[in-house]
Every structure is written in structure tokens, then in C-alpha cells.
């Protein structure tokens, strides 16, 4: 059974992704990333602490060599908290806003990825401390699906990114939105996921839709809401990318290409294509 975060948890973030991630954990949507403004982290659960661990992370040169576990009993669940240095300790009761601590810069994620907190939600009687098992997770919140044509100009930009101003957000601060399942109708939902650099990715609120479609190309199959992603490759203006990072933002809905090779500057007019095995989609 999915656990679900609540609308309120959700607005003390700017931003939340269930599949952008190439870790485990995240695999059918068992976990979600919160963006949350500044550098310490708000809590996003309600409960007592019951441990504090420090992990080894990945080798990066841009990340810090530890990363940090937080575990909180939240009455039904155990809350499983990552990428977070604490300043909690087990026995200490918080509540949903709490600081827990400092964000940590871990080498669990890609360098275009900004500073976060990793959260899913493990049975009482299951292994916290493995890295997957935990139990998927669902958002009370409708996200707003804005259509996309693969064209816009670059607006900020730094070594391993670059994002574009389109699609425009419909109400910025408002509501969540991101960019929509392009096959068509107002259910399509909305794309979740690194494309194609992580395995798969996610399709929320897609109404039964069994296929994926970015910018009028196929790019996907979906099986319920998780998408597995097509052998495709991104281009902006005809050079290939890694890939277009796809998430729910309450503030911007414009595509940011990613990757180790990119060389856009802000004001670059960019045409995003997508080639491969997918084709284009008929709607």
C-alpha cells in the first residue's frame, strides 16, 4: 500500500521528483526527492528519531565523502531519510517543519542534481537500513501537465546544465507542474525521471496511458504509473546531451538538458529532438 504526503508537506518544497534518480531505491516510485529552498533541511515527517547513521557515498569530486541515514518512527511507518546531516538525535520528537539538519551534497546524485531530501517509508517490521524495500509513495496533489515543443532559450545555465524558459509554469508558487505526456488529451499526465540517463522513469496522473511521448516522439512504455524509457537519444540544436531531467516544480516548468557535455550559454535559442527506436507519436 502506497504512503501518502500530504498537500502540506508537499508546499514547504519548491520541487519533488519519485523517479529521478538511478538508484534502487527510487524503482517504481518507492521513494521521493524534496527540493526545499536554502540549505537546511525541513522535516517532512512527524515522529520520534530512532537512529542517526553515517554511510560512505559514491567517490565524486564535487561531493561530500559521507552521507547520513535519518530514521523516524512516524507511528504507522519508519521514515528513511537521506542526504541530510543531522543535528537530530535518537529520542528527539519532531514535527512536520522541524530543521533536521544541514543538506549534504552526496555522491548518491548526478552533479546538475541541486541539494535535497531522500525520503521513503519502510513497514515497522522491515530493514530500514537497506537500500531498497521500502514501500511506494504517492503525492495529494494534482500536477498541472504543460504541453511542450521541444524549442525554448536557454535561461540559466552552469558546467553539466542548462535550462530552458518553456514550457512556461501556469502559476508560478501556486501549484505543482511539469512537462506533459505528449500523446495527446488532458489525462496524458505528466513525464518524472532522467531521460534517458536512468533506467526508467514515471508517469503521474496518466489515466491508464500506456506510452510515453516527449516533444512528438515516443519515448516510453508505460506499465501503471513507471515508464521504461525507449533506446533514445536527447539533442539541443543537433549535439547529442545526456539527457532532459524531468520533475514537479512549483515555481518553473522549463526543460533542463543535462549533462557532462553540454555547451549552451544563457540566451541560446535551443530545438531539443529526440532520436531512436521510438518514433514519432501519432497521438
Known sequence: MAVTLPRDVLARYYRFSLYNSPFDAHDEGCA??????????????????????????????????HDHLVLI?????VARLLHVDPRVEPGDSVAVGDELGDLVRAGFFAPWVPNHVHLGF???????YRASGSLPVDVA??????????????????????????PEHPAPGERFAGVANDVGGEESGV?????????????????GCERA?????RVGTADGRTVAWDDVTVLANGEPVTGIALFCDRKRAGVKLVGRDIDLDVGDAV???IEGVGGADSG
Not at 518512527?73 to 511507518?77: L, N, Q
Not at 519502510?122 to 530500514?128: F, G, H, L, T, V
Not at 511521448?213 to 516522439?217: S, V
Request: glycine share 14%; no cysteine.
Open 213 to 217: 511521448a516527449l516533444a512528438g516522439r
Open 141 to 166: 496533489v494534482d500536477v498541472a501537465a504543460v504541453p511542450w515543443d521541444g524549442t525554448g532559450t536557454v535561461v540559466a545555465a552552469g558546467e553539466t546544465w542548462a535550462r530552458l524558459d518553456a
Open 32 to 65: 521521493i526527492d524534496l527540493y526545499p529552498e536554502g540549505e537546511r533541511a525541513p522535516s517532512p515527517v512527524a515522529g520520534e528519531v530512532l537512529d542517526t547513521k553515517t554511510v560512505r557515498a559514491p567517490p565524486k569530486a564535487y561531493a561530500a565523502e
Open 122 to 128: 519502510r513497514d515497522p517490521d522491515a530493514n530500514p
Open 191 to 207: 513525464l518524472d525521471g532522467g531521460l534517458p540517463h536512468y533506467d526508467g522513469g514515471g508517469l503521474l496522473g496518466g489515466s
Open 73 to 77: 518512527d512516524t507511528g504507522e511507518h
Open 271 to 273: 530545438r531539443v529532438t
